[in-house]
């Protein structure tokens, strides 16, 4: 008996593993490059917001309470020709912690209500007694921008360094 088997011959096996090599070598090339791209598009994106923040945001605040004591308004004011697309108000106790709503749920609260260049916004917040006002030591504001680049990339930005704060009974600290 003889055995008539025939496979393919190496040259031709060669071939074919550079093939499919190039291929793969092909795919993983393209994947990485968008990959950079995108990367290097959000980080240019991040840090022109960043600039932005530092030249271009400058808040003012003032705030009062209503005579029930339940209310608190926060009144926001853009000094520069940027306009603000919202804000992060942080209630915190006099230790620095995050306040709570009658000791349920911390008051950190992002509000997208835009505040246009050199205009003021005003922010209302209702509490179910005056006692989470009595135990709010400061509020703290920070504005949040919209950044679009030349190439159209947008992001948002929380200006953490524009950040200001309210420190009861009702003085700004700026």
Same mark, same amino acid.
């Given at each position: 008996m003889r055995n008539n088997k025939k496979g393919i011959s190496p040259l031709i096996a060669t071939v074919l593993l550079i093939g499919f090599t190039i291929v793969? !070598? !092909?795919?993983? &090339?393209?994947?990485? $490059?968008?990959l950079f791209q995108s990367t290097t598009t959000t980080q240019g994106c991040t840090a022109e917001a960043r600039i932005e923040c530092a030249t271009d945001i400058d808040i003012q605040l003032s705030s009062t309470n209503n005579s029930a004591g339940t209310n608190l308004e926060i009144f926001v004011s853009s000094n520069n020709n940027k306009? @603000?697309? *919202? =804000?992060? =108000?942080?209630? +915190? #106790?006099? #230790?620095? !912690? $995050? $306040?709570? =709503? #009658? *000791?349920?749920a911390a008051f950190t609260q992002k509000e997208l209500t835009p505040v246009s260049a050199y205009s003021t916004g005003e922010f209302t917040f209702t509490f179910a007694s005056d006692s989470y006002l009595l135990n709010t030591n400061t509020v703290e504001v920070i504005p949040i921008i919209d950044h679009v680049t030349d190439e159209g990339t947008?992001?948002? &930005?929380?200006?953490?360094? +524009?950040? +200001?704060? @309210?420190?009861f009974p009702w003085s700004i600290n700026n």
């Amino acid at each position: 008996m003889r055995n008539n088997k025939k496979g393919i011959s190496p040259l031709i096996a060669t071939v074919l593993l550079i093939g499919f090599t190039i291929v793969l !070598a !092909a795919l993983v &090339m393209r994947w990485g $490059s968008e990959l950079f791209q995108s990367t290097t598009t959000t980080q240019g994106c991040t840090a022109e917001a960043r600039i932005e923040c530092a030249t271009d945001i400058d808040i003012q605040l003032s705030s009062t309470n209503n005579s029930a004591g339940t209310n608190l308004e926060i009144f926001v004011s853009s000094n520069n020709n940027k306009d @603000i697309k *919202g =804000f992060w =108000f942080r209630g +915190k #106790d006099k #230790d620095g !912690a $995050s $306040s709570t =709503f #009658d *000791g349920t749920a911390a008051f950190t609260q992002k509000e997208l209500t835009p505040v246009s260049a050199y205009s003021t916004g005003e922010f209302t917040f209702t509490f179910a007694s005056d006692s989470y006002l009595l135990n709010t030591n400061t509020v703290e504001v920070i504005p949040i921008i919209d950044h679009v680049t030349d190439e159209g990339t947008q992001c948002e &930005m929380e200006c953490v360094d +524009k950040a +200001k704060t @309210i420190r009861f009974p009702w003085s700004i600290n700026n």
